[in-house]
């Protein structure tokens, strides 16, 4: 069972970029999958997910009208589109998943899985 996030890089303020969670050995979309990012220094912070349940999506407040969480079940695949991007969104991104629809949707505790990080810089 393994998660991997990718799809990092270097962009500009008002750029965009596509992160992708994909996953070896259990299908995605059995799973509320989760987005959170870490800032140095700082514990992770949740910015998005998805649930089981209707495709129920959740934001932070921070990134609502500019992140969109979707999934792509043929290529078992969880994206999150990011917009209009922040100097302040720098961060390495995470995806984790989650057997159960998570209670407390930032709860770190309650995603079963993680992956390694994609570090996101916004810079011009």
């Known amino acids: 069972v393994q998660l991997q996030a990718s799809g990092g890089g270097l962009v500009q303020p008002g750029g965009s970029l596509r992160l992708s969670c994909t996953a070896s050995?259990?299908?995605?979309?059995?799973?509320?999958i989760g987005w959170f990012r870490r800032f140095p220094g700082k514990e992770r912070e949740g910015v998005s997910s998805i649930y089981r349940t209707h495709g129920n999506t959740f934001y932070a407040e921070v990134v609502k009208g500019r992140f969109t969480i979707s999934r792509d079940n043929a290529k078992n695949t969880v994206i999150l589109q990011m917009n209009s991007l922040k100097p302040e969104d720098t961060a390495v991104y995470y995806c984790a998943a989650a057997q159960q629809d998570p209670r407390l949707v930032w709860a770190t505790n309650e995603y079963d899985h993680w992956g390694q990080g994609t570090q996101v810089t916004v810079s011009s």
């Open positions: 050995g259990f299908t995605l979309a059995n799973y509320a």
